[in-house]
């Protein structure tokens, strides 16, 4: 599937937090005087949006949006409640079936793959899409904190003990995106372009504590470019230009 070019989309543009965001460092701090839940930095310590966060929240949402049915000739399985449409039994069946056939085998999988699966990856399939890590653009980031209580499930009341505190990126913030969509067919474009949609209307949040209103994103001055066979010179010998912009969404 990528042994051999075909295209490429380029997506650049801003990332704005339209609510604050919070992605925690997925480690509490052992320091009684730091706040019990940072967010994520980078090594300047300004604030981060993991691409493989964006880009797992998109999934969430393309998966959502096919498994209605809304979109006829469009398949998506339910990866994350061990229900793939491959699974670890069947990639062992073909590895048996054709041996050390690997181009036919790696064949057999996109073609039992969803749409979603050969788009955003799986356990046996390269990924289409990806997204670096979002770097904020800002010079300088304000952190804000807020208190949090733990609810205990069974009498729906504040737990004691609980309280604790945790960091949020101030709405405002910049982020810088830089996605790239490589041998995209015309069901991959179509969902791409969903993807871009929804960014741009300000529909997808990322982070924690979504349900409580954080992380609403929107992206803005966005530039997409299409690399093919007809500009593929010129984009490895100079890289992008205007002529290379792309329109359709």
Not at 126 to 154: P, Q, Y
Not at 158 to 164: E, H, L, N, R, T
Not at 220 to 249: A, C, H, P
């Amino acid at each position: 599937m990528f042994d051999k070019f075909e295209n490429k989309y380029i997506v650049k543009g801003t990332i704005v937090a339209l609510k604050p965001i919070h992605i925690g460092k997925g480690q509490e701090s052992m320091d009684p005087t730091e706040v019990d839940s940072p967010v994520i930095k980078d090594e300047n310590g300004l604030p981060l949006i993991p691409g493989s966060s964006l880009k797992g929240v998109l999934r969430s949402f393309v998966e959502r949006v096919l498994s209605s049915g809304a979109f006829e000739g469009y398949r998506s399985c339910l990866i994350v409640n061990d229900e793939p449409c491959v699974s670890d039994d069947d990639v062992k069946r073909l590895k048996t079936k054709y041996d050390k056939d690997y181009k036919k085998i790696a064949e057999e999988i996109y073609e039992s793959s969803c749409n979603v699966c050969r788009l955003f990856g799986s356990n046996h399939l390269a990924a289409k899409l990806t997204i670096k890590d979002l770097n904020s653009i800002d010079e300088k980031t304000f952190f804000d904190m807020r208190d949090g209580v733990g609810i205990d499930r069974d009498t729906g009341t504040a737990k004691d003990g609980k309280k604790y505190n945790y960091e949020i990126t101030p709405s405002g913030t910049r982020f810088k995106l830089h996605m790239i969509g490589d041998n995209l067919d015309d069901d991959d474009i179509e969902l791409l372009k969903i993807c871009l949609n929804v960014l741009k209307n300000g529909q997808i949040s990322v982070g924690g504590m979504t349900s409580r209103g954080l992380g609403t994103i929107k992206l803005i001055d966005e530039k997409i470019y299409k690399v093919d066979k007809s500009n593929l010179k010129e984009y490895v010998s100079n890289g992008l230009n205007e002529e290379m912009r792309w329109n359709d969404v």
